[in-house]
Nanobody, 127 residues
């Protein structure tokens, strides 16, 4: 059965870095879209970044552009989210999910279009 497992979250000081991993089991990455979402308490789930695993096209929300980098290792069935220059407002539970490949540049990934959600990993940015 298709499953995604996130890891790599933790507590970090402002300005620090973390690398999140999203490991797929039960399916190969092939030609899919893998997206990272985050949800802070009391807020809606937000699409942070997305990558087409086939052609490598990426999307970043304005709030993370220039600080976060998404990448994939198809051989390891894993998608990464490198997060640098972290800010307190990045604090949230981060989830990865799988969807159809497409051009997400216009409005970013929508949670309703993605599935096989992982359990999430907590990222806390605080001094």
């Amino acid at each position: 059965q298709a499953q995604l497992v996130e890891s790599g979250g933790g507590l970090v000081q402002p300005g620090g870095s973390l690398r999140l991993s999203c490991a797929a089991s039960g399916f190969g990455l092939g030609y899919l879209a893998i997206a990272w979402f985050r949800q802070a308490p009391g807020k809606e789930r937000e699409g942070v970044s997305c990558i087409n695993t086939g052609d490598g096209r990426t999307f970043y929300a304005d709030s993370v552009k220039g600080r976060f980098t998404i990448s994939r290792d198809n051989a390891k069935h894993t998608v990464y989210l490198q997060m640098n220059s972290l800010k307190p407002e990045d604090t949230a539970v981060y989830y990865c999910a799988v969807g159809l490949p497409g051009d997400y540049a216009a409005g970013g990934p929508r949670a309703a279009d993605f599935g096989s959600w992982g359990q999430g990993t907590q990222v806390t940015v605080s001094s």
